[in-house]
C-alpha cells in the first residue's frame, strides 16, 4: 500500500496572513487538495499563530466532517497544556507531538526519547485516551527506537529534512536515504508504524517510497505549496500521489 498523503497548510496561512484578506483561503484550497485525492490535512499552530491561526481549526475540522469523511485530521505541535487542549478541542485522528522551541522557524529535529519518554508517556496516554492516534517526530536514529516504543506512541514521523536539503548532493542524499531506512526498519520491527516529513518533493518521494515501502503517510507542506503555485493545487496534489505511488 503506497503511503497516504497529508497536505500541510502552513505555507498557505502564512500567505494569507501577509494582509488582513482571507485569501488565499486555507479550507479553500484544502477542499482542492481533498477532491484531488489528498488523504488528510496537516497544521502546526503555533502559539504565535504567525500561520495557521486557533481559529482556523474549526472550520477544517468541519470540511473534514462535512465533506471528506475519509480523510483525516493531523495537528502538530509541543504538547504544552494549552496545546493538548486545543487538540481536545478539535479532535484531530492524528496528533504528532514535536519538540519545537515555540521561536523556532519549523520543525528542524526530532525527540530525544531516551532523555524525554517518562516526560511523553502521560501525554501520550492522554491523548490515546481521547481516541486521538498519536505520532512522534523522530530523527533519523534507530538508537532511539526503543525509548520512542516505551512512551506509547502509535507511530514516529521521520524528520526527514537532511534527506531533502540534500537534494544537490546525491552521494549525501543516499546515506541519509539509508539511515531514515534503518531507522524505519527498526521502529516497524518494534510494532511503531512510520510517517515522514519535510522537505519531500515529487523528485525525493520515490526513492524513499522504495526504501521505506511500509511507509503509512507523508505530510507536506512547502515544496508542494510551491509547486502549487506553478501547477496549481489539483495537479500538484496529483503530482504527489503519484510520486507515493498512487
Known sequence: MPSKLSVNLNAIAMLRNRRDLPWPSVTGLGRIALAA????????????????????LAPIRALIDDEFPQAEFNIE???SEDFLELVEKHQPEQV?????????ATSDHGWDFVGKCEMLKPIVARLKKGGM?????????PAQIAAAKATGADRIELYTGPYGGSYDD???????????????????AAGLGVNGGHDLTVANLPPLAKRIPKLAEVSIGHGLTADALEFGMEQTVKRFLASCGW
Open 133 to 141: 492516534r498519536v505520532s512522534l517526530f523522530a530523527d533519523a536514529d
Open 96 to 104: 504528532t507531538l514535536v519538540p519545537d522551541d515555540p521561536s523556532q
Open 170 to 188: 546525491p552521494k549525501k542524499a543516499g546515506k541519509c536515504l539509508e539511515l531514515l531506512g534503518k531507522t524505519a526498519d527498526a521502529a516497524l
Open 37 to 56: 485525492g489528498a488523504h488528510g490535512l496537516t497544521v502546526h499552530p503555533r502559539p504565535d499563530e504567525r500561520h495557521i491561526r486557533f481559529s482556523d
Open 77 to 79: 505541535g509541543y504538547p
